[in-house]
């Protein structure tokens, strides 16, 4: 056995947003987990997170770079032949296509050290505006709407323990029963309104569910604020005092009545006018949003249109009360800040903005006219690989789109179209598989960094191995591969602190400000919530941010503004050759596209297979019977799964895990529109049909 770096860390879970603290220990060559006492999971873990020590030495872990030869097949070869044959194809396709031919796809799951330096990296190094990443899938519609209307998006701006004092919570596209069981011991005090058009394990809780029909969460969050108002709910004092934009919002929300809003929904008008009671008469209460609401082309409205009822019941910035977003990826919230995002700077700045230019160039030692502009969007920019003008190269760091990314066998064509495609990652993910040219990198046990949770607090991510010969770390290989495009080594500190002490001054000042946070202050137990500015020499450390907006929302003037938003269809309706809405989401025992999950046994057994849920009248009239295969087919092609007849489901509604590779993938159907403000893909509703799928004899 190598030695081994320590034999117990404190550290967390690999996988979601919630971050829970945990306790890694070694013995005897085996690695164990437990949870650690840390507020937020408060001595829980998922099935996931115990699990989590069976990814380190799983048999498919990658042990050497692989290079794609003549012959189609993969030679291991030695790190510097690797980024030797990377290095000299990037400078040849610059040389013929520009620098914008070289594009970079990042990872929500990546630490804040790995976003930071990966931004710079596409920015310095590559000098191209062509990066974005798969939080664009995942967070960037409930950021848009936060942005507009507390002027800051910052996931929860409260404690998540905050939300155990709650008597009421509203949960709109959640099911964090599955998706962050740890979660659900804080919500056990509080009567739950869920919104989702299934009844999940998280609806099985609720005081009241309410089911509306995929894709029309808008006009449900215009009927409530529409019955809040009725109802006599509004709290105008606080609508004067913090917020504008109420008589415009309203104008537009007149029509939609909740007798309107139920035709559109199918959610009858009393549990509109039910649910408004709830929420308006509790002493504290919140709404929070999912995916489920979020992932829409109608995304952005529909969080506005929550965060509208929010504030018109007085809830935001008020202690005990208050709207969030419940973000996704273990960095969800901090891989959104520092700057692998097609428009932002480091610090949650825009590329746009001359003065972050100018500050963040001034960090990174450069002309601030050098620093690229915009680039496109997550989707935007698969779809544009290989075409002419788009990027020809492309280098993917934390995210397995041939499986995640919406319409993904067109996905998959675009990638077989790039002369070169490289990818870093632990194990053969399906986009590995697809690779010129695969690194393999270091996982959470075996590297330090830092991560921001769900509620904007930064973590220590410790060391507890040594990772495995011929493995290295994604902060290592950028430095090596950005020295050998000619950039100077000291520009690419490879130790996370060093990184950590540079991504605190690039962000001082911006939106997302970690200037005041440092390893010494984590490592000493610190609960540090950003914004936690430095402030000036001999000045008092900056305690953190964990409640937001208790005095004032982060607009110039102070003041929250409601949008004005108004009912609109979602892109795809049903229709004849089409008849059902298809939606996709979770399930417990795997994360995301699988690429970890389903390599630990147990998980994988407890959630084989793809399926598809379906109402047995849906069922019969489709001809589908429940455990055979079915074909679940829209506009952009055809899915196989397993048949699971279950009366949770709307009978106009099939869900669709996304989970799994191959024919079995959600995203062979998911359709590819937009939003127009976020550029989040509409994940959540499409027209489908459902036939059963002939067994051969
Ligand atoms: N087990 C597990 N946990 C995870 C993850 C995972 O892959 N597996 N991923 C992590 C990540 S990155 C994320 S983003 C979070 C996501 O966490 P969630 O948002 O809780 O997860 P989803 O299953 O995507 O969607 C939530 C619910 O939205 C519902 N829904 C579908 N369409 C609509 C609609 O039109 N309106 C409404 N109101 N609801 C709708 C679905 O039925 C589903 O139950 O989970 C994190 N945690
Ligand atoms: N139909 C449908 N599609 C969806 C969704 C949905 O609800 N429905 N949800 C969307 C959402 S919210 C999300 S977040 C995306 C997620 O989907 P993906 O972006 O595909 O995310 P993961 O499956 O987590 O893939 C992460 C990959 O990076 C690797 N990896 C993990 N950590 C590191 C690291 O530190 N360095 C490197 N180099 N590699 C690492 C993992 O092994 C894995 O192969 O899917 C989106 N797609
Ligand atoms: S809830 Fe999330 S962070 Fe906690 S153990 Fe499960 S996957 Fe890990
Ligand atoms: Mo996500």
């Known amino acids: 056995m190598p030695p081994e770096t320590a034999l117990a860390v404190a550290t967390h879970c690999p996988y979601c947003a919630l971050q829970c603290g945990t306790e890694l220990s070694r013995r005897d060559g085996e690695v164990a987990v437990r949870p650690a006492p840390f507020p937020v999971n408060a001595g829980g873990l998922c099935q996931k997170g115990w699990t989590a020590p069976a990814l380190l030495d799983t048999p498919g872990r990658l042990r050497a770079p692989l290079l794609r030869g003549a012959d189609g097949e993969f030679t291991p070869v030695g790190w510097d032949a690797a980024l030797d044959t990377v290095a000299a194809r990037l400078k040849h396709i610059r040389r013929r296509y520009g620098p914008d031919a070289v594009a970079v796809f990042g990872g929500g799951g990546l630490t804040n050290e790995k976003a930071y330096l990966l931004g710079k990296f596409a920015r310095l190094a590559l000098g191209t505006s062509q990066i974005d990443y798969n939080g664009r899938f995942c967070m960037s519609s409930a950021a848009a709407a936060g942005t507009a209307a507390f002027g800051l998006d910052r996931g929860l701006p409260f404690p ?32 739950l309104v869920v919104i989702d058009p299934r009844r999940t394990p998280t609806a099985e809780r609720a005081a009241l569910h309410l089911r509306p029909r995929p894709g029309t969460d808008l006009a449900l969050a215009l009927g409530l604020f529409h019955a809040a108002v009725d109802e006599n709910l509004a709290d105008h004092d606080y609508l004067a005092r913090r917020t504008t934009g109420f008589d415009a919002a309203w104008r537009l929300a007149a029509d939609t009545w909740p007798e309107r809003v139920e035709r559109i929904t199918g959610v009858p008008a009393a549990d509109q006018r039910a649910a408004v009671r709830l929420l308006g008469e509790a002493d504290r209460a919140y709404v929070l949003t999912g995916r489920g609401a979020e992932q829409h082309s109608t995304g952005v409205d529909t969080v506005a249109a929550y965060i509208n009822l929010a504030l018109t019941l007085g809830l935001p910035g008020r202690p005990g009360s208050g709207y969030g977003c419940l973000t996704g990826q273990g960095n969800g919230q901090g891989g959104r800040e520092h700057g692998q995002k097609a428009d932002q700077l480091p610090g949650y700045r825009a590329i746009t903005d001359p003065a972050a230019r100018a500050h963040v160039a001034g960090v990174w030692g450069v002309d601030p006219d050098s620093l690229p502009g915009p680039g496109r969007s997550a989707y935007e920019l698969l779809d544009a690989l290989g075409t002419p003008g788009g990027p020809r190269a492309l280098l993917v760091l934390g995210s397995n789109p041939i499986v995640s990314a919406p319409h993904a066998a067109h996905v998959a064509r675009r990638l077989a179209g790039l002369e070169l495609l490289v990818v870093a990652d632990f194990v053969a993910s399906e986009t590995a598989r697809h690779a010129d040219v695969v690194l393999p990198v270091t996982q959470w046990a075996e590297e330090e960094g830092t991560m921001t949770n769900l509620e904007g607090r930064v973590l220590r991510r410790r060391r507890l191995l040594d990772p495995p010969p011929g493995v290295r770390g994604d902060l290592t290989w950028l430095r090596d591969l950005a020295v050998r495009l000619g950039e100077p080594a000291e520009r690419y500190p490879a130790e996370p602190r060093a990184v950590f002490d540079e991504l605190r001054r690039a962000s001082a000042g911006g939106r997302a400000d970690y200037s005041g946070i440092d390893y010494d202050r984590l490592d000493a137990g610190e609960a540090l919530h950003w914004p936690c500015p430095a402030g000036p020499p001999g000045a008092p450390p900056h305690p953190g941010t964990p409640r937001m907006f ?33 939606t996709t989401g979770r399930v417990l025992a795997q994360y995301q596209s699988g690429a970890q999950t389903r390599r630990v046994p147990e998980l994988n057994d407890a959630a084989p297979e793809p399926f598809v849920e379906i109402h047995p009248d849906t069922a019969d009239r489709a001809g589908v019977r429940d455990g055979e295969l079915a074909r679940v087919t829209s506009a952009r092609g055809t899915m196989l799964a397993r048949v699971r007849v279950t009366a949770t489901l709307r009978t106009d509604t099939v869900f669709l895990p996304f989970h799994f590779p191959g024919p079995g993938r959600a995203n062979l159907v998911t359709s590819t529109a937009l939003d127009p403000v976020s550029r989040m893909p509409a994940f959540k509703v499409c027209a489908v049909r459902i036939d059963p799928c002939p067994v051969p004899a």
Do not use: K
């Open 160 to 191: 998540v323990t905050d939300l155990a004092g709650a008597n009421v919570i509203l949960l709109a596209g959640a099911n964090p029963a599955e998706t962050m069981p740890p979660l659900m011991r804080h919500l056990n005090a509080a009567r």
């Open 550 to 582: 208790l005095d004032r929302f982060a607009h110039p003037d102070g003041r929250a503004r409601l949008a004005p938003v108004e009912h609109r269809e979602a892109a795809e309706d049903a229709d004849g050759d089409y008849p059902l809405y298809a």
